[in-house]
């Protein structure tokens, strides 16, 4: 733990966005997340601490504070150099109705939408090292929240990657996600707007079809464009190319 610490520090050191007395709460509140074993909220946080009061704890957090560069210094600093992203959402159970964001959403655990919470996650994969290292998170906008700034769940999703688009290109320029993700919506934003490459299952419904290649026809009409379903039990592999 004093290894990671101190390589942390470092790093909040060299942050030129933070003040001084910013730099000293980060590094506190730091090294208090690595320490506690119980369940961490302001107040757990101020019994622990004789510098912060509860409400101090309240203002800080309250301020953005830039994890995506700071993880991403880490793992350059201690991953070993080949990675890909990875990104997936994770429900959170929680009861109450006037938390920020709580709704239904999908629960893989459970296999249906449950009352609470939901994080996007975005990770970084270290291949060599076979771990995975955590570098920036967003939380999932109600309904409510989304309709009135006129998004869908894709869209909040896309958006939650590419604010992290600075630090992609740093590390990989492959990006993992599940079969939900593979649809174009998605998968146009993260091309068009960040040059990720996506790895991804496909929906069991995916409709795939061979391009034409053969001859152009004569007359009128739009010329031919495909040239059948891929049976993906049975797929034409002289249609494809080993890359």
Do not use: C
Request: charged share 20%; glycine share 6%; no cysteine.
């Amino acid at each position: 733990m004093s290894e990671a610490f101190a390589s942390l520090t470092a790093i909040v050191a060299k942050m030129p966005t933070l003040t001084k007395p910013r730099t000293d709460f980060v590094n506190h509140v730091l090294l208090l997340f690595l320490s506690l074993r119980s369940r961490i909220n302001f107040l757990m946080l101020a019994r622990h601490s004789p510098q912060y009061v509860e409400s101090t704890y309240r203002i800080h957090f309250n301020e953005f504070h830039d994890f995506a560069a700071m993880n991403t210094a880490f793992v350059q600093q201690h991953g070993s150099g080949h990675f890909m992203w990875a990104f997936d959402a994770s429900y959170l159970p929680k009861s109450g109705k006037k938390t920020p964001g709580v709704g239904k959403y999908w629960s893989g655990s459970a296999s249906k939408a449950l009352w609470g919470l939901e994080l996007g996650l975005l990770s970084v994969i270290d291949i060599a090292y076979h771990t995975a290292f955590h570098i920036d998170v967003a939380q999932t906008p109600d309904k409510a929240q989304r309709e009135a700034w006129g998004i869908d769940l894709l869209d909040h999703y896309s958006q939650a990657v590419l604010w992290s688009t600075p630090h992609l290109l740093a590390l990989s320029q492959y990006l993992g996600v599940d079969a939900y993700f593979a649809k174009k919506e998605f998968i146009d934003q993260i091309r068009t707007r960040s040059g990720l490459h996506i790895i991804s299952l496909l929906r069991q419904d995916a409709n795939l079809r061979y391009l034409y290649e053969g001859p152009k026809g004569v007359g009128r009409g739009a010329p031919k464009r495909y040239d059948g379903k891929i049976d993906l039990k049975q797929p034409d592999f002289t249609r494809f190319e080993l890359v």
